[in-house]
Nanobody
Framework: QVRLVESGGGLVQAGGSLRLSCAAS????????MEWYRQAPGKQRELVAG???????NYADSMKGRFTISRDNAKNTVYLQMNSLKPEDTAVYLC???????????????WGQGTQVTVSS
């Protein structure tokens, strides 16, 4: 019913930048919180940043000042601008969204498949 598709990952040198996008599609009535997570090999998935439908944002401490989350509600899309990238930022980045689909009364969480970000030293 709902599909989240990430894009924008790739290989970048340390100090470089990338902009990730995640577009939601399907029988969407509304989207509440949208979030970016990341998971490095052998590590637990961690929250990178989140943004509400009203635009309030939150970040993991290690990303503050380097990453910026934003969204375009008209396009059901969330973005993650990543600057000053470090090798330790290497991970699969996944987006998640709390979506209310047409015909239902509650929000459910949906996940994308992820996009690989590799930062070389």
């Amino acid at each position: 019913q709902v599909r989240l598709v990430e894009s924008g990952g790739g290989l970048v040198q340390a100090g470089g930048s990338l902009r990730l996008s995640c577009a939601a599609s399907g029988s969407i009535l509304s989207i509440n919180t949208m979030e970016w997570y990341r998971q490095a090999p052998g590590k637990q998935r961690e929250l990178v940043a989140g943004i509400t439908s009203g635009g309030s944002t939150n970040y993991a401490d290690s990303m503050k000042g380097r990453f910026t989350i934003s969204r375009d509600n008209a396009k059901n899309t969330v973005y993650l601008q990543m600057n000053s990238l470090k090798p330790e930022d290497t991970a699969v980045y996944l987006c998640a969204a709390d979506v209310k689909v047409i015909g239902r009364f509650v929000y459910n969480r949906y996940w994308g498949q992820g996009t690989q970000v590799t930062v070389s030293s």
